[in-house]
Nanobody, 128 residues
Framework: QVRLVESGGGLVQAGGSLRLSCAAN????????IGWFRQAPGKEREFVAT????????DYADFVAGRFTISRDNNKDTAYLQMNSLKPEDTAVFYC?????????????????????WGRGTQVTVSS
C-alpha cells in the first residue's frame, strides 16, 4: 500500500510560481500513475494533471492551459507539479493521488474514483 505526502504549498502573488512535491513510500512507485487534484473552498475536488508510471502518458485539465507541468522521479519515489503564472483562482488545497497504471486508469484518468490512494493535501494561496 502506497502512502503519499504532499509539500511545497504556500502563499504566492499572482503571476508567481510554486513547485509541489508528492513523496511516496510503502509501494513500488513506478507501478502507480500519479494524479494531482485540487479543491477550492465550497467547491468539489477537481482534476489537475496526471502522469503514468513510466511517464509516457500525461494529461492536463483544460484550465491548466500550459501553465503547469507534471513530472516524476521514480528513483526518488517523488512526483512534482510545477505551477507557473499562478492566478488567484488557483487558490485551493492540492492533493496527489495514486492509481495502479493500466487500462482502467488510462480510460478514467481524470476521474477521482480511479485513484485509490490519497495524500492529505497542501494549501496553495495566490494573492492578487
Amino acid at each position: 500500500q502506497v502512502r503519499l505526502v504532499e509539500s511545497g504549498g504556500g502563499l504566492v502573488q499572482a503571476g508567481g510560481s510554486l513547485r509541489l512535491s508528492c513523496a511516496a513510500n510503502g509501494g513500488s512507485f513506478a507501478k502507480y500513475a500519479i494524479g494531482w487534484f485540487r479543491q477550492a473552498p465550497g467547491k468539489e475536488r477537481e482534476f489537475v494533471a496526471t502522469l503514468s508510471g513510466g511517464a509516457a502518458v500525461k494529461d492536463y485539465a483544460d484550465f491548466v492551459a500550459g501553465r503547469f507541468t507534471i513530472s516524476r522521479d521514480n528513483n526518488k519515489d517523488t512526483a512534482y507539479l510545477q505551477m507557473n503564472s499562478l492566478k488567484p483562482e488557483d487558490t485551493a488545497v492540492f492533493y496527489c493521488a495514486a492509481s495502479e497504471s493500466g487500462s482502467t486508469w488510462y480510460s478514467n484518468r481524470q476521474s477521482l474514483g480511479v485513484y485509490g490512494y490519497w495524500g492529505r493535501g497542501t494549501q496553495v494561496t495566490v494573492s492578487s
